[in-house]
């Protein structure tokens, strides 16, 4: 199975900033698509960006310019810097991977256990 370890959530003031990090482990034959869910209270869980193997990213419209998504393939690990947060940001985040466990097999999705980013004061 695919193992996700995330991390880089807690807590922080507004305005500030945090990183977080997922990496992807098990046997993978390949990662197509590493994305970042967030999901807040009494909300739906809604894209905040995802980013293909070739380095195509796409971003939530409210969320671009503040956040960055990045990855590092050789590491099976995907970023996502923060920056200017807002109280609103607040909620889970989650890692999601699009995985081929073989090379003939469909991608499937595999998700994170999510990490809490608070934004307080």
């Known amino acids: 199975q695919v193992r996700m370890v995330e991390s880089g959530g807690g807590l922080v003031q507004p305005g500030g900033s945090l990183r977080l990090s997922c990496v992807a482990s098990?046997?993978?034959?390949?990662?197509?698509?590493m994305g970042w869910y967030r999901q807040a209270p009494g909300k739906q869980r809604e894209l905040v960006a995802v980013?293909?193997?070739?380095?195509?990213?796409n971003y939530a419209d409210s969320l671009k310019g503040r956040f960055t998504i990045s990855r590092d393939n050789a590491k099976n690990t995907v970023y996502l810097q923060m920056n200017s947060l807002k109280p609103e940001d607040t909620a889970v985040y989650y890692c999601?991977?699009?995985?081929?466990?073989?090379?003939?097999?469909?991608?499937?999705?595999?998700w994170g256990q999510g990490t809490q980013v608070t934004v307080s004061s």
């Open positions: 098990g046997i993978i034959f390949s990662i197509d698509t």
């Open positions: 999601n991977v699009q995985v081929r466990i073989r090379r003939l097999d469909s991608p499937v999705d595999y």
């Open positions: 980013i293909r193997r070739d380095g195509n990213i």
